[in-house]
């Protein structure tokens, strides 16, 4: 079983709507992170926890929210899809400042 | 501008040739570097990371790191067609530690036969 794994891997939404993504793993990791990645822009930071009690934002917050509801699970959610969120998005984990792992990602596009 | 910057590429290189990828940053106080390989459609998986000036050799791979210049590179001797990939450059701000990272938009690399 893969360590980290991003579920739905493909998802089609139309604006207005909500979305989850969602992230989870069993490396034990305690730091859990989201990015997206646009052609020409690379991976951006959306949010990140350190554990479970702690959140920060990342590069590109707005229109995100996130909940880390244990220690193996982050979850991304899109309030109110737009289309600029077109995009690829990856959790990725760590333990304490060691290495970033990343899942297998999440391809979403918006209507 | 871009905290982390890398030239997109592609950059083609003949199979057996050492492939060089660069990548500057603009934070003095950035700390730590890494780099992240990426296939089409794959997640990126990290190469090697490297905080001390100087070079860092691991297997065909080499990272090399300039702090006065800002500058950091990734060698790739003996290309092989497999190595085709995108190349991340990724920067902290703490020494040995990856908590947050600042990627670049990344090289294409692509070894011809």
């Known amino acids: 079983d893969a360590d980290v794994t991003q579920t739905p891997r493909n998802r089609i939404t139309k604006t207005g709507k909500r979305i989850m993504l969602e992230c989870s793993q069993t490396k034990g990791h305690d730091r859990m992170y989201w990015y997206r990645q646009d052609p020409g822009l690379g991976l951006r930071l959306i949010y990140y926890s350190f554990d479970v009690k702690d959140i920060n934002k990342g590069e590109i917050s707005d229109g995100y929210s996130v909940s880390r509801q244990a220690q193996a699970k982050f979850s991304l959610s899109l309030e109110s899809a737009i289309p600029n969120q077109t995009a690829l998005y990856f959790c990725?984990?760590?333990?304490?400042?060691?290495?970033?792992?990343f899942g297998p990602g999440t391809r979403l596009t918006v209507l | 501008q871009k905290e982390v910057e890398q030239n997109s590429g592609p950059l083609s290189v003949p199979e057996g040739a050492i492939a060089s990828l660069n990548c500057t940053y603009s934070d003095r106080g950035s700390q730590s570097f890494f780099w992240y390989r990426q296939y089409s459609g794959k997640s990126p998986e990290l190469i090697m990371f490297?905080?001390?000036?100087g070079d860092k050799e691991d297997g065909r791979f080499t990272a090399q790191l300039n702090k006065a210049s800002q500058y950091v590179s990734l060698l790739i001797r003996d290309s092989q067609p497999s190595d085709s990939a995108t190349y991340l450059c990724a920067a902290s701000p703490s020494v040995g530690t990856a908590s947050k990272l600042t990627f670049g938009t990344g090289t294409r690399l692509q070894v011809t036969l």
């Open positions: 490297i905080y001390s000036n």
């Open positions: 990725a984990t760590a333990f304490r400042g060691d290495t970033q792992y």
